[in-house]
């Protein structure tokens, strides 16, 4: 069968179909994102549960979503020979579809590409903040406090504990 059988370009269009419900699905994500980000900056740990509930909901409906536009992908690959099927990236995908189809599938890619900056930005590091974290343990320091942090770890005020090992810096200090 061809790529331009009646077919192929209805799982085409299933995906198109598929992919705006994922990128309606990452926007209220990343509405609630920044809710709880609002929530944990402002310290209002009262809407944090919900929030937090919300968020898990959206990202169980989101996998299941995801699922659907694996399997459509991975079909659409084996019609078109892939050697890996589920990997089949968008832009090859655009390059068989009808005219329709592929501004569609173009304006989803930069629509995703749009939610993923705005995620991206959403989750760095805000100014004020620096989040460090070791094994379950999450240390927030200002910029200037964390310089003096660093400084006094770096040069030990008493020797080690008898019976306890004294681990050195990365830089070996």
Known sequence: MKPHDREFQGLITQLVETLQEEVRQHQRLL????????AFLNEVPEGLDSLL???????????????????LVTELGQWLGHAHPARLRLAEIILHAEPESRDELLDL????????????????????????????????????????????????????????AYSPGRDGS
């Open 53 to 71: 509930g919300a968020e898990r909901e959206m990202l169980t409906s989101a996998v299941a979503v995801e699922r659907d536009r694996i399997a």
């Open 31 to 38: 509405k609630v994102v920044r809710k709880k980000k609002d």
């Open 109 to 164: 890619r930069e629509e995703f590409r749009d939610v993923a900056d705005e995620l991206d930005d959403l989750v760095s590091a805000d100014p004020i903040f620096t989040r460090h974290r070791k094994e379950q343990v999450r240390l927030y320091v200002t910029p200037s406090r964390s310089k003096t942090l660093l400084g006094a770890a770096a040069t030990p005020s008493h020797s080690p504990a008898r019976g306890t």
